[in-house]
């Protein structure tokens, strides 16, 4: 059973990780993952979703050295209808400020897009020492698309200017898609592109 249900998070944690079960829902969705998330990251620590499905009709932003792991068969779905992406890796510049590193893991994760159309699913914008591992990024449902990569880093004006990585690997990951000619990914399964020392497996 959870410990928290509708609390404010702020601040910092001293625990090494931070469960998704401990955080009990009212909601439709588990958007109040994000603000657990974000405490996770503003801790240097990692977020393990318990075993179980999820649903987001918001993007999650990763930045610090935070690391979203799954502890048993966890699916996360992304129902998200006005974003340009679904996981953002590396804070980008905003009001001037200087973009946050992401350093950490994704590993294990059963991602499903149910619906939405992104630029890039996970983006790794500012990001040094990180692994995606061991997950599968799951587009293929009807009405899903991918214009840009789905795996994929970017330097342009939206985002920070230029973005920067280095010490990437991606391993082992699945990428499903649509194969009908009238619903498509137009998209590149993965693309790094100005990074550093990348390894994809």
């Known amino acids: 059973s959870s410990m928290f249900k509708d609390v404010k998070l702020q601040g910092t944690i001293t625990n090494k990780e931070v469960y998704s079960k401990w955080f009990a829902s009212t909601l439709d969705n588990d958007n109040h993952l994000i603000d657990a998330i974000k405490l996770a990251c ?102 899903v698309n991918c214009a840009n990569k789905i795996i994929g880093s970017v330097n342009n004006a939206n985002y920070s200017n230029p973005s920067k990585g280095e010490n990437i690997r991606i391993l082992r990951n699945t990428i499903r898609v649509q194969s009908t000619l009238d619903d498509r990914n137009n998209c590149e399964c993965i693309g790094i592109e100005k990074r550093n020392n990348v390894l994809i497996e």
Do not use: H
């Open 42 to 143: 503003n801790s240097s620590k990692k977020f393990v979703f318990s075993k179980g499905r999820y649903a987001f009709t918001e993007y999650i932003s990763l930045y610090g050295n935070c690391s979203l792991i799954a502890d048993g068969k966890v699916d996360v779905v992304a129902n998200v209808e006005d974003s340009k992406i679904f996981i953002l890796a590396g804070n980008t510049t905003i009001r001037g400020k200087k973009p946050i590193t992401w350093t950490g893991k994704i590993q294990g994760l059963n991602f499903i897009a149910n619906k939405g159309v992104y630029d890039n699913f996970l983006g790794l914008y500012n990001v040094k020492d990180v692994e995606v591992s061991d997950c599968t990024f799951d587009m293929s449902a009807e009405g």
